[in-house]
């Protein structure tokens, strides 16, 4: 059974920081493709940040600078580590996993910015 689980939300003020984390199990995980997207109140689900099999990265252009995405291959998680966080960012954040024709989707953890 696959499953992905996310943590590391919740409410931080503006400026502040969260560390995301999604932890795969039942997939070989050094093969997938893993995403972090979210989704606001109202709006469409978008991508934030991937990072491929071989460690590329890529980000939405409103985060660059601002998050990193990374992936530990031998504990099966991959991460994401917000930082000066705005109110904007306020999303439920879901984590994707994507090999070839499967995908995956985590349950979901809410980050919300506000002071």
């Known amino acids: 059974q696959v499953q992905l689980v996310e943590s590391g939300g919740g409410l931080v003020q503006p400026g502040g920081s969260l560390r995301l984390a999604c932890v795969a199990s039942g997939i070989s995980f050094r093969l997938y493709n893993m995403g972090w997207y979210r989704q606001a109140p109202g709006k469409q689900r978008e991508l934030v940040a991937t990072?491929?099999?071989?460690?590329?990265?890529k980000y939405l252009d409103s985060v660059k600078g601002r998050f990193t995405i990374s992936r530990d291959n031998a504990k099966k998680v991959v991460y994401l580590q917000t930082n000066t966080l705005e109110p904007e960012d306020t999303a439920v954040y879901y984590c994707n996993a994507q090999y070839v024709q499967l995908d995956y989707w985590g349950q979901g953890t809410q980050v919300t910015v506000s002071s």
């Open positions: 990072i491929t099999s071989r460690g590329t990265t």
